[in-house]
């Protein structure tokens, strides 16, 4: 199986900050990564999909880029409400998600 | 937009076969693949399965021998058998519509979760 690691496991940040998240594939996925973000309680909520196509009603400060092993999620100008657990999945199969990134502020 | 809703038993025993089902609503589900992730307390996210409604299906390779997706478009629902369970069973199970574009597989409408405890 394909495993993805995510770093930094978890990260503290400030109101306005730039943050960026990594993910790396064992092996290539070309450009079959998908990025959620998940608040407490809640369901996740596709972010990202093909690595850099931004999910329709998802705000513009969240990026996402790589291809390849190389993966990241950027957020200009971190919000409040970003506060959360990002985890990155790949479709190249089977399918699998990275082990998360808890955000924090 | 797309609704899912999970439901079925809270509890399981163990070796016994745990069984969800998802209604879907303001939508149809006569198009987009329908799948099922799982994610045990405070631990990531695991995917399980989908199936097309057209009858392709794709399992994890770690529950493949274990799991059933099926869906029942009469009545907009999909549903999820595991067999055979465990207490490493035991997690928060989502349902979710997928879709591929660009060539990758996601998850873009999901469930609000249903907590399935697998104990004696």
């Known amino acids: 199986d394909i495993q993805m690691t995510q770093s930094p496991s978890s990260l503290s940040a400030s109101v306005g900050d730039r943050v960026t998240i990594t993910c790396r594939a064992s092996q290539s996925i070309s450009n079959y990564l998908n990025w959620y973000q998940q608040t407490p309680g809640k369901a996740p909520n596709l972010l990202i999909y093909a690595a850099s196509t931004l999910q329709s009603g998802v705000p513009s400060r969240f990026s996402g880029g790589g291809s390849g092993t190389d993966f990241t999620l950027t957020i200009n100008s971190l919000h409040p409400e970003d506060v959360a657990t990002y985890y990155c999945q790949q479709s190249y199969s089977p399918y699998t998600f990275g082990q998360g990134t808890k955000l924090e502020i | 937009q797309v609704q899912l809703q999970e439901s079925g038993p809270g509890l399981v025993k163990p070796s016994e076969t745990l069984s969800l089902t998802c209604t879907v609503s303001r939508g149809s589900i006569n198009s987009h693949y329908w799948g099922w992730v799982r994610q045990p307390a405070g631990k990531g996210l695991e995917w399980i399965g989908y199936m097309h409604y057209g009858g392709n299906t794709n399992y994890s390779p770690s529950l493949k021998s274990r799991q059933t997706i099926s869906i029942d478009t009469s009545r907009t629902q999909f549903y999820l058998s595991l067999s055979s369970v465990t207490a490493a069973d035991t997690a928060v199970y989502y349902c979710?519509?997928?879709?591929?574009?660009?060539?990758?597989?996601?998850?873009?409408?999901w469930g609000q979760g249903t907590l399935v405890t697998v104990a004696s």
């Open positions: 979710a519509r997928g879709d591929y574009r660009s060539g990758s597989f996601f998850l873009d409408y």
